[in-house]
């Protein structure tokens, strides 16, 4: 499957609202809006299922869920996707999707589904164990994948770097100071069409080097589903062959 | 997981954390009535609303409330408040405060009253609960902790000066979001001036060969709690400059002077000048304050103290400079509250007089008055930095107290920085620090602590540093500040401007290091005594040769040291007669902390003059046999011992070598 960037964030949109069934006090709902994924939201510690609701405030088309640095109730259990329709108040919960447990690399968990076209939605923690616990994510995106028509070319560079700082002895001892790590990709798409270069350059014209956006390198691996940035520019040249270009993008992850 | 692990571990993830709590005005109060007759409130959201954080913004807590100069008690419910003059209490989840003020007014009617608020950020972003274990506490650090960060650095002066805190610099936080902009706006209702960060460190680290353990909040160590001198922003970054806590010690006194204003017929010389402040007895010229009679003196500040007693008054003429001993009621009276001595006799009027007084200063309010150097640096900080109880390490004066019960008398007439009279080493010029050898300093986390210097120290309580410890370890060899006598100033007789000296003197020094050198040292100190031991003991110390070594640490176990703590080092080869150190005692001398990018910790150790080793002090009951004793133990106290000077008979190995300090 091809590569898909989820770059437009409904939550993000101005007449998005974000409630819970409980949160912590300084850790609020609306926090699972910020793109900076260390920022959560967190229930307080129940017995219960725990839940953040979501209203768009317009019936929008719904085709993926993305969530980052998700806490299950207990360490177990899921978290659910549901539509509550599209009236002015949230209906009955509907099962749309199931998203699997997050990459332990990555910290993200992705679900691609049918588009859906709904304006209140629910993500659902379950507590299989009814445990006095608490639930918790970081950012949270829905809406609407873009899916490249032409992939990018294979082999690609892609790498994981650990950027620890060394502190060594005058014996040699090394103690060293822990950085987080991050994947990084390089891709190249060959021969790709006017349309194809026009949304790439769309898309990095409204989230550019700042906005995070998530990425599934390939949809079916979840290690290659990351919340990243654009690391460079896109830069493209004018090929032989009219109307194809071939254009190259760098990824990092977000740490 | 403690701290200890974080350091021992060879893999940490280092986060700096850096709460900064600014006040913030508040005005529109209301009254609660019905339940709660007495208390007012106001709205106070626990996040500020900013375009530049999505959701519901920064997240500020509210951790104090003043009144005026005042801080109120916190109370953990509006019935508590209601109940209380002077305190408050946040109802974080509603949005409101609660207060009861001191008099019962409305908060309105007070010149200012202010909330404090905390906000919370880190090099990295990190929750961490507010309390252990407590999910329902957790607070977001924002990463928005960047570049410089306080470089700081403790130092003590070759072991005859008061220590130095210095902490240069500023912390940068990221501002490309705009959200300081607002807050440090001079029309904005914070204030930054004066008001505190806090900075700390910890992180998480791995255990075993994946599991990475965060340490919880109250396993951050504090690495320095600073004052904000100023802050400045621009689209991509807010500074804030910090100052140390300590530089509150510029403050002089005395404080009071003399004006007509208030005294309409001072004594010649008298105006401008200042009220006397004093502790423990001496004697002095008091000021004439009031001329209209046969002479009114005062002997001290009212405002900051009364007396203990006037022990006599002396009437000196002023063509002849004969002193007549003055009689209590016939010739003068004394009011130990106003601190003043007014003349009844005629004959001793101010025209023709001056007085000589032999008074002692403030009392301690338990019968007696403060003496020591623990007392009067603790009323020193109360009085005149207005620290609260809550900033003074009470159980460390206590131990100060003991450690050096000598009497002291500080009487102050002409203008001093608390800085210097605590640690200066200019001639003519005594300080606490000196009449006693101790240091006096603000800890980690801004509290104020002191202590006695000894040479001696517990193994067992102590950092011991090897081989492996250092990325640079380079010993020097000290041949300098060494001094065959010394001169101890005391009980300065500030009437006559006269010190006594006492005297210790070392011909040994003087043969083997060929040095005539005097050291001058001016003490509070009252008692011969007392100043010949302080003679004695300085000596000791500068009558020898030290090694001193400069250092950078591989990891940061001395992180949470100051400068005058004791570690013990491990090295070889080194510049001793076995060709190497095991577990030898060092004294921090200097010690630098950076933070930025990484933590960095370098400095310079003095091996307390070579005689660390050899320090014995009395035991106690608890002590142990000689032959009983550990390795510490032994190193710690001192025994009896034989004709042959040995600890266990026949056994060399017990021979005595020790100094008694």
Known sequence: MALRLLYNNYLLGQHATITATSEASGLPASAAADPQRTRVWRSLTETGTQALDIDLGVTSNVTCVALANVQLIAGTGSVTLQQRGTGASPGAAVNVATLPWQDPDTRVAMSFFSLQNFRHWRLLWSNDLSANAYAEVGYVFLGAYWEAPVNFSVPSENG???????????????????????????????????????????????????????????????????????????????????????????????? | MAFADFLAASQRRVVILAELTPSLRLS????????????????????????????????????????????????????????????????????????????????????????????????????????????????????????????????????????????????????????????????????????????????????????????????????????????????????FRLAPLARATERTVP??????????????????????????????????????????????????????????????????????????????????????????????????????????????????YLHTF??????????????????????????????????ISLWLKDQRSLASIFSTNEPNFPSLER?????????????????????????????????????????????????????VHFNRNHARNEWPVETSTDPRTTYLAEVTDTLDIYTFLRDASDAQRLAQRYLLVCGGLTTEVEFRERGMRLVEHLAGAKVLVSFAPAPAASGAWVDEPFELLRLEITYAPQVVVVGRLGNLKGIGRRIGHWSNDTTPDYSAASAAERAAWGWWTDANGFAVAFDPSSADRSIWW
């Not at chain 2, 002849?320 to 209590?328: D, E, Q, S």
């Not at chain 2, 206590?398 to 450690?403: F, L, R």
């Open chain 2, 28 to 239: 529109g109060w209301s009254a609660v009535g019905g339940s709660a007759p007495n208390s007012y409130r106001i709205t106070l959201t626990r996040f500020v609303a900013t375009a530049a954080v999505p959701g519901d913004g920064v997240y500020r807590r509210c951790v104090g409330v003043r009144e005026n100069g005042t801080d109120l008690s916190e109370r953990p419910s509006i019935a508590d408040v209601d109940a209380n003059a002077g305190s408050w209490f946040w109802d974080e989840a509603n949005s409101k405060l609660y207060v009861r003020t001191s008099s019962g007014a409305d908060p309105d009617t007070f010149t200012v009253y202010q909330a404090l608020v905390t906000f919370y950020v880190a090099t990295s972003g990190v929750v961490l609960n507010r309390v252990d274990a407590s999910g329902d506490t957790g607070i977001y650090y924002h990463p928005w902790l960047s570049g410089e960060l306080p470089h700081l650095t403790t130092a003590v002066g070759d072991l005859l000066s008061g220590q130095t805190n210095t902490m240069a610099g500023s912390i940068t936080l990221t501002n490309a979001h705009g959200f300081w902009n607002a807050l440090i706006a001079a029309d904005s209702d914070y204030t930054w001036t004066n008001k505190r960060v806090r900075l700390l460190l910890g992180g998480s680290y791995i255990s075993g060969t994946v599991t990475e353990l965060h340490l919880p909040r109250s396993q951050y160590v504090a690495l320095r709690t600073m004052r904000i001198e100023d802050v400045s922003a621009d689209e991509l970054t807010c500074q």
């Open chain 2, 435 to 487: 009449s006693v050898v101790g240091t006096i300093q603000q800890t980690l986390a801004g509290v104020w602590t002191c202590w006695i210097w000894d040479p001696g120290y517990d193994a067992s309580a102590i950092v011991s540093m090897q081989k492996e410890d250092f990325s640079l370890f380079r010993a020097e060899p000290k041949h300098e500040a060494i001094y065959s006598t010394v001169h």
């Open chain 2, 255 to 368: 404080v009071t002077p003399y004006f007509e204003s208030i005294y309409p017929n001072l004594g010649v010389g008298v105006r401008g000048t200042k009220k006397w402040v004093g502790y423990g007895r001496a004697t002095i010229r008091p000021d004439l304050t009031d001329t209209s009679g046969t002479g009114v003196w005062t002997v001290a500040d009212a405002a900051y103290q009364t007396l203990f007693a006037v022990h006599s008054v002396s009437a000196i003429d002023k063509s002849t400079g004969v002193r007549t001993a003055l009689t209590l009621t016939t010739d003068y009276t004394v009011d130990l509250t106003t601190c003043i001595v007014t003349v009844v006799n005629a004959t001793y009027a101010w025209q023709n007089y001056d007085l000589e007084v032999d008074v002692t200063g403030k009392p301690d309010g338990a019968g007696g």
């Open chain 1, 160 to 255: 994981f770097s650990d950027l620890s700082i060394p502190s060594t002895s005058l014996d040699g001892q090394k103690d060293f100071v822990t950085r987080t790590g991050v994947h990084t990709a390089s891709l190249r798409f060959d021969a790709i069409t006017e349309q194809q270069r026009s949304d790439l350059r769309a898309i990095y014209r409204l989230v550019g080097v700042r906005m995070p956006i998530f990425t599934a390198l390939d949809p079916s691996l979840s290690w290659t589903h990351w919340l990243a940035r654009f690391a460079s520019p896109i830069s493209h040249s004018f090929d032989i062959a009219p109307g194809r270009y071939s254009l190259d993008v760098s990824l990092e992850e977000v740490r």
């Open chain 2, 374 to 407: 623990a007392a009067i640096v603790k009323d020193l900080l109360q009085t005149f930095l207005n620290v609260p109880s809550s900033e003074i390490d009470n159980a460390a004066f206590v131990q100060a107290a003991i450690d050096a019960p000598e009497e």
